[in-house]
Structure formats: structure tokens, C-alpha cells
């Protein structure tokens, strides 16, 4: 079956440090990769989706960045946090084909001092 | 307006009670729907999967897909303290390789003993 794996759960770092959260996905291949935001009471922001090695696409232009450097790891990062970087992280991932749904990781939260 | 929508809530009910949680949404070419349920600090997980019109059951759980009305809802029987957590819609269009579903804000269920 597959699996998801998301780490940190939680993470606190002072303004304008650098962000690595990872993400890794077990049990399938060439998944699509998803990044998402969720702020209490917006729902769910997607910041970045990948179908691919080194293919992504970005949803809304921010400090933030995203790579995908083997099939199933999906990265976020940031060279500089902003205090509204704060937030609970999600990473996802679908199959390959269109329409399938989505499955999410446990998340990260992450406070920005 | 958002192409899925949904009542923030919260939906409070007793233990036992049958909820009816509901969506709507507006994009003609969505085809294929998903319900999540999310507790607090975690990632949403994939409750159901459905595909055009009709309903589908699993367990305590109904998911009902209205299309001539754009209407789509979950049912939850005999309902449980455990089911108490937020829960989302989402929806995908058919066609068109799409991979990024829309989502509802979610719905805040309380069910209490």
C-alpha cells in the first residue's frame, strides 16, 4: 500500500532563516506531488504540484520554492522566512492519471519568531 | 464566488444522530468528487471517492452526488465522539488531464456524548 511521510511535524525558526521541509512517498511511482498551505478557517492554498522530475509549477509567487529531485520526494524550501510564512504545511500526492484523488501527509507546523 | 462552497459550521450534534453534511459547487464539468475528514494538527484523509451521480456507502458513511443541482453530501450514521473533526469536500472535472481538485473551506463537526 502507500504511504506518505512528512517531517517535521512541528518547526519553529526565527525570521529570515531557511526552510527544508521534506516529503517522500512509498508504494507507487511517478505520483503527482502537491504543496499546500492551510490557514485556520481559509482551507487549503496549493503552492506547488509536480507530475514529474524537476517539473514544477507554482500556484502563487512567494518566497517559497519547491524541487522534486527523485520521483518520490517532493521539497519545500525557503532561503529567507517571513513571518507570514507561518502556517500547516501539507504535502500530497495523487496518481499519475488525471482524477485521482489526493492524499495528504500529516502536515507541518511551522512558527515563524 | 468560490467554485466549491461550503458552511463553516460548527455542526454540533449527540452521539447517535444521523449528520448530513453538504456542499455545493458551481463548475458544470466537475465529475468526480472526494470527501475528507481532517482532526485537528493532521492531514485530511480520504473518506470518499465518487463519480458522477448516485450515491455510494461505506460503512457508516453515504456520499450522495446531486449533479442536476450541484449538490453533493455526506452522511454519517449512528455518529460517534470520534467523528468529530472538520471535513471537506472537493471536486475534479472529467476531462481535460486536470490533477488539482477544487476545495471546500470544510465543515467543523462536533458530536457530542
Known amino acids: 500500500s502507500q504511504t506518505i511521510h512528512q517531517w517535521p511535524a512541528t518547526l519553529v525558526q526565527p525570521v529570515g532563516s531557511p526552510l527544508s521541509l521534506e516529503c517522500t512517498v512509498e508504494?507507487?511511482?511517478?505520483?503527482?506531488l502537491y504543496w499546500y498551505r492551510q490557514a485556520a478557517g481559509r482551507g487549503l492554498q496549493l503552492l506547488f504540484y509536480?507530475?514529474?522530475?524537476?517539473?514544477i509549477s507554482s500556484e502563487v509567487p512567494q518566497n517559497l520554492s519547491a524541487s522534486r529531485p527523485q520521483d518520490r520526494q517532493f521539497i519545500l524550501s525557503s532561503k529567507k522566512l517571513l513571518l507570514s510564512d507561518s502556517g500547516f504545511y501539507l504535502c500530497?500526492?495523487?496518481?499519475?492519471?488525471?482524477?485521482?484523488?489526493?492524499?495528504f501527509g500529516d502536515g507541518t507546523r511551522l512558527s515563524i519568531l | 464566488q468560490k467554485e466549491v462552497e461550503q458552511d463553516p459550521g460548527p455542526l454540533s450534534v449527540p452521539e447517535g444522530a444521523i449528520v448530513s453534511l453538504n456542499c455545493t459547487y458551481s463548475n458544470s464539468a466537475f465529475q468526480y468528487f472526494m470527501w475528507y475528514r481532517q482532526y485537528s494538527r493532521k492531514g485530511p484523509e480520504l473518506l470518499m471517492y465518487t463519480y458522477s451521480s448516485g450515491n455510494k456507502e461505506d460503512g457508516r458513511f453515504t456520499a450522495q452526488v446531486d449533479k442536476s443541482s450541484k449538490y453533493i453530501s455526506l452522511f454519517i450514521r449512528d455518529s460517534q465522539p470520534s467523528d468529530s473533526a472538520t471535513y471537506l469536500c472537493a471536486a475534479l472535472p472529467a476531462s481535460g488531464g486536470s490533477y488539482i481538485p477544487t476545495f471546500g473551506r470544510g465543515t467543523s463537526l462536533i458530536v457530542h456524548p
Open positions: 509536480s507530475v514529474g522530475i524537476g517539473q
Open positions: 500530497a500526492w495523487s496518481g499519475g492519471t488525471g482524477n485521482q484523488p489526493q492524499h
Open positions: 508504494g507507487t511511482s511517478n505520483p503527482n
